[in-house]
């Protein structure tokens, strides 16, 4: 990914969506520390006064991973330890994390941690296999909450959820934003970013070439980039076709814009790639509704070069 | 007709997952079943797809009752059905290319000679690029990988075609673009389709009927 500029705010929450494999993970784990030892980043990534591009292993796991960062993990079964129970793994969260010190107040601290997400209290004693996909889920948030991190990383924390647990789980992280909490959620799920989001960033092939405010996204006037149109436009309760082709590779991009080979809109000037202006990289943003006038949307807006 | 008759499978015979469960599928019908995660009807999927015997009930296909499950089943009925899973990773071999993982049901039926081209025709039809073949699982994107699975079901040309949330770890365009090619595959041979899924939207939109759960299994 490259080039992807953005902000959240304490009470806001930002969806950072895409096609799997646009790179929307990559940038999880760069702003955690975690990719992997050839991975090279640039620019900066302000949390207070700390950047993490550049911050050394031992400032990451001292003082930012689950102390000022907490992350709510994929595959929240995935993400625990399969041989201990949950009181077990927010035990040692909370010894790890937070200053309480004695068997039973942490188990005191640990049992708040799990009413805060509304983990019932009678399967703490239970393992990862134990739990349906939502209390894993709420096992997982719990873990992520304990050092009260002020920035909460949700990397597609509900792939593979019914939709009455997406909503739940959306919900519960929503209650944390309103709690004071940042949250970036990483996600595929439009349905579930309409739910929960404040503003919107869509990703596609390593750059974010939409970034606005969520109603006006899902609402009026609607997504501006044409490849923001028709990731929505594929929903099932729209119009249900996907966009053409495949996303192309990340370590071979076509000079100029990525989306250009895959777009409608395409003409010459994409061979440039489109700066990013006011909220969208597009040389011919989408002015109004498809829905509402379709050759009116095919005329191309008049973009400053 | 791909019919299941009070058919009730678990893996342990003292708490079945699915009880007394009836469901039918005419052929070149769409029939979504709707449940939420947990109710068993991976399951009964598994059952549809000759995946897993059940422990009572029968399962009557295009009009023969199915007397084998897994390895056991005759290979035209077998082959008479394709599957596709939620999570085509763990539903694909990692070390197997692309083009090996979509020609493998046409090499374990004999028809080795002509893989080379019926895997170039599936690959243009889920719309993976010739590049993308030579790649192992690890190499591409879930979207991706899904396609060659779906392109993989496709090989025998079934009469049937069970989905098990297929979408379920899909973005919405991959969904679609997945969704058309089913239907495109339908509508050109006449398949029956049983899609398994919780997404009410979804199936509602993609099946001719969907029938929630409750309605077809006793709980």
């Known amino acids: 990914m ?52 550049t911050a050394g292993e031992r400032t990451l796991a001292r003082t930012v991973r689950g102390r000022r960062v907490g992350l709510v993990p994929q595959s929240p079964a995935a993400h625990l330890t399969p041989v201990r129970t949950i009181r077990s793994h927010l035990e040692e969260t909370v010894a790890h994390l937070t200053g309480v010190r004695g068997r039973a107040a942490r188990r005191a601290a640990a049992e708040q941690a799990a009413h805060r997400t509304e983990f019932p209290l009678d399967h703490l004693d239970r393992h990862p296999h134990e739990l349906s996909g939502g209390l894993a889920q709420r096992a997982a948030t719990a873990l992520a909450l304990v050092g009260d991190a002020p920035l909460l990383l949700a990397d597609e924390p509900t792939t593979g959820l ?60 609607g997504p501006r980039h044409p490849y923001s149109r028709g990731l929505l436009e594929a929903l099932p309760e729209r119009s249900f076709t996907p966009v053409p082709g495949l996303p192309p590779e990340l370590g071979s991009l076509p000079e100029g814009c990525a989306f250009a080979p895959r ?43 | 007709m ?18 007394d469960a009836n469901l039918t599928v005419a052929p070149g019908e769409a029939v979504g079943l709707l449940g939420p995660s947990g109710c068993g009807k991976s399951t009964l999927a598994r059952v549809a797809a000759l995946l897993h ?40 071999d990692p070390r197997l290319r692309l083009a090996d993982l979509i020609a493998e049901p046409l090499r374990a039926t004999g ?72 239907e495109d595959y339908r509508a050109s041979t006449g398949a029956g389709l049983l899609s398994v899924g919780h997404d009410r939207t979804l199936l509602n939109r993609w099946c001719d009927r969907t029938v929630p759960w409750e309605a077809v299994a006793a709980s």
């Open chain 2, 111 to 182: 028809r080795r000679a002509s893989a080379a081209d019926r895997v170039a025709g599936l690959a243009d039809t889920v719309g993976l690029t010739p590049d993308l073949l030579g790649r192992r699982p690890h190499e591409v994107s879930d979207g991706q990988l899904q396609r060659a699975c779906l392109a993989r079901a496709l090989a025998l040309h079934p009469r049937w075609l069970v989905c098990d949330e297929m979408t379920a770890m899909l973005d919405a365009s991959t969904t679609a673009a997945l969704v058309r090619v089913v």
């Open chain 2, 2 to 19: 791909l019919e299941l008759r009070a058919v009730t499978a678990g893996y342990d015979r003292r708490a079945p997952v699915v009880r």
């Open chain 1, 162 to 221: 019914d939709r009455d647990l997406v909503d739940r789980t959306v919900d519960e992280l929503r209650r944390h934003v309103d709690d004071g909490h940042a949250l970036l959620m990483i996600t595929h799920d439009l349905t579930a970013a309409e739910r929960i989001a404040d503003r919107v960033a869509v990703m596609y092939a390593g750059r974010i070439v939409e970034l606005t405010d969520a109603a006006r996204f899902f609402g009026t006037p």
């Open chain 1, 263 to 305: 777009c409608d809109r395409a003409t010459d000037a994409c061979a440039a790639l489109p700066p990013f202006e006011h909220t969208v990289a597009c040389h011919h943003p989408v002015t109004a509704t498809p829905a509402d006038t379709p050759t009116a949307a095919r005329t191309p807006e008049d973009t400053r070069a």
């Open chain 1, 2 to 53: 490259s080039g992807a500029s953005f902000d959240v705010a304490p009470g806001e929450c930002l969806a950072l969506i895409g096609e799997s494999g646009c790179g929307k993970s990559v940038l999880a784990s760069a702003l955690l520390g975690l990719l992997p030892a050839n991975a090279r980043t640039a620019g900066h990534a302000h949390l207070g006064g700390l950047d993490l591009l």
């Open chain 2, 53 to 92: 015997r059940p422990d009572a009930g029968e399962i009557v296909l295009d009009g023969t009752p199915v007397r084998g499950f897994r390895h056991r089943a005759p290979r035209e009925q077998r082959t008479a059905i394709g599957v596709v899973f939620q999570q085509p990773r763990l539903a694909a």
